[in-house]
């Protein structure tokens, strides 16, 4: 058998480190994956690659190389015996390992199931009317949320000496089995079916939670809601939701607030909008009028000679920003001209006599408007 090169194969120097020749083969295996890489040949130097990391990436395996060289008949070293993918001693267990050189590290990471975790988020939605939208205000809620047992401490078992090591795994929660795959056999490390990961077994469950550990429980939380929220505006309250696992942290509780209206005013943003009915005399005349704000009432100054439609700003009478900040928005007045729909005889007279005072006027502006179309 001719002597192969590992350190070639892998780009690396003789005297590299076992952190070099490890960057260097998932950088390489990356590029080379069959699942990744269709190009020909691909597959074959994929093969390459491991059978060089499974000498170098083992202590024992890599001086008994660097003395004999891939010759050596008794080392082990290629071909469809020797080869055994990513279960060599360099720390890489199985398919787990080629997700956790193409994902860094997120197969890895996952292992132990007994690290601490944050508990699972969850979203309310709170229904709040207007003026508790536009004003801000505190709500009480209760929320149904996983807890951890009382009674047992979260390890489900009906006491201490109820939790034991697991037979399969020793406590490790993790266990290598031989497999056959397209790229010989190899050793691939999976979760233990014993105990689930935990290492650990119970053998009498606690009574209260089932086994499970945690248990379902309401509790009350109080939400100081800021002034401006709007329909669809979600609120995070952090570690607020379930409790954690593992002694991690709760999870957060996100509140999606659904305000109601009101009959008159609008929103528009953090600007109010809100219309406001004239009569003929104020809008010809001019006038001072006591207008409603979401803070009370304002006085608004009719200019005379006001058409329907007439916006006026109020500026700074909208609503502030729930973000925080000092600006507030403004309420924009729209004037609205309303004809009456019935009179009395005096003020039927009264129109009239306007009617033969403006005559000219209504002939000269009715011409102006017909002049827009004709040629």
């Given at each position: 058998?001719p002597?192969?090169?590992?350190?070639?194969?892998?780009?690396?120097?003789?005297?590299?480190?076992?952190?070099?020749?490890?960057?260097?083969?998932?950088?390489?295996?990356?590029?080379?994956?069959?699942?990744?890489?269709?190009?020909?040949?691909?597959?074959a130097?994929?093969?390459?690659?491991?059978?060089?990391?499974?000498?170098?990436?083992?202590e024992?395996k890599?001086?008994?190389?660097?003395?004999f060289?891939?010759?050596?008949?008794?080392a082990?070293?290629?071909g469809?015996?020797?080869?055994?993918?990513f279960?060599?001693?360099?720390?890489?267990?199985?398919?787990?390992?080629?997700?956790?050189?193409?994902?860094g590290?997120?197969?890895?990471?996952?292992?132990?199931?007994?690290?601490p975790?944050?508990?699972?988020?969850?979203?309310k939605?709170?229904n709040?009317?207007?003026?508790?939208?536009?004003?801000?205000?505190k709500?009480r809620?209760?929320?149904?949320?996983?807890?951890?047992?009382?009674?047992?401490?979260?390890?489900?078992?009906?006491?201490?000496?109820?939790?034991?090591?697991?037979?399969?795994?020793?406590?490790?929660?993790?266990?290598?089995?031989?497999?056959?795959?397209?790229?010989?056999?190899?050793?691939?490390?999976?979760?233990?079916?014993d105990?689930?990961?935990?290492?650990?077994v119970?053998?009498?469950?606690?009574?209260?939670?089932?086994?499970?550990?945690?248990?379902?429980?309401?509790?009350?939380?109080?939400?100081?809601?800021?002034a401006?929220?709007?329909?669809?505006?979600?609120?995070?309250?952090?570690?607020?939701?379930?409790?954690?696992?593992?002694?991690?942290?709760?999870?957060?509780?996100?509140?999606?607030?659904?305000?109601?209206?009101?009959?008159?005013?609008?929103?528009d943003?953090?600007?109010?909008?809100?219309?406001v009915?004239?009569?003929f005399?104020?809008?010809a005349?001019?006038?001072?009028?006591?207008?409603?704000?979401?803070?009370?009432d304002?006085?608004?100054k009719?200019?005379?000679?006001?058409?329907?439609?007439?916006?006026?700003?109020?500026?700074?009478?909208?609503?502030?920003?729930?973000?925080?900040?000092?600006?507030?928005?403004d309420?924009i007045?729209?004037?609205?001209?309303?004809t009456?729909?019935?009179?009395?005889?005096?003020?039927?007279?009264?129109?009239?006599?306007?009617?033969?005072?403006?005559t000219?006027?209504?002939k000269?502006?009715?011409?102006k408007?017909?002049?827009?179309?004709?040629?």
């Open positions: 058998m002597n192969k090169d590992y350190y070639a194969t892998l780009g690396v120097d003789k005297n590299a480190s076992a952190d070099e020749i490890k960057r260097a083969y998932r950088k390489l295996a990356k590029q080379y994956h069959p699942d990744v890489n269709k190009e020909p040949g691909a597959e130097k994929f093969k390459e690659i491991n059978e060089a990391y499974d000498v170098l990436g083992d024992q890599k001086a008994r190389y660097d003395q060289g891939s010759a050596d008949p008794n082990g070293f290629g469809a015996e020797g080869f055994s993918g279960g060599g001693a360099g720390g890489f267990g199985g398919f787990d390992d080629i997700l956790n050189a193409f994902f590290g997120g197969a890895r990471s996952s292992r132990n199931s007994n690290q975790r944050q508990g699972d988020d969850v979203e939605a709170l709040i009317t207007f003026d508790e939208a536009v004003h801000g205000c709500k809620i209760r929320l149904a949320a996983d807890e951890e047992c009382i009674q047992c401490g979260g390890t489900g078992a009906a006491s201490k000496s109820d939790v034991k090591t697991c037979d399969k795994c020793k406590g490790q929660g993790r266990v290598f089995i031989r497999q056959q795959t397209i790229f010989g056999s190899s050793t691939v490390q999976t979760t233990c079916p105990c689930g990961g935990k290492g650990k119970i053998t009498k469950k606690c009574p209260y939670c089932s086994g499970t550990g945690r248990i379902r429980t309401t509790k009350d939380i109080e939400i100081n809601i800021p401006g929220v709007q329909t669809g505006m979600t609120m995070r309250l952090a570690e607020k939701g379930p409790a954690g696992y593992n002694g991690g942290p709760n999870g957060d509780l996100y509140i999606k607030f659904v305000c109601g209206e009101h009959k008159e005013f609008k929103r943003g953090l600007n109010i909008l809100l219309e009915p004239i009569t005399t104020q809008a005349l001019g006038d001072e009028i006591k207008v409603p704000t979401i803070d009370g304002e006085t608004l009719i200019p005379a000679g006001t058409q329907t439609g007439t916006q006026i700003k109020l500026k700074g009478k909208g609503t502030k920003n729930p973000k925080g900040g000092m600006s507030k928005g309420q007045v729209t004037l609205k001209v309303v009456p729909t019935s009179l009395s005889q005096e003020e039927r007279k009264l129109f009239e006599q306007l009617g033969n005072v403006t000219e006027k209504k000269s502006f009715w011409d408007f017909i002049s827009n179309f004709k040629n």
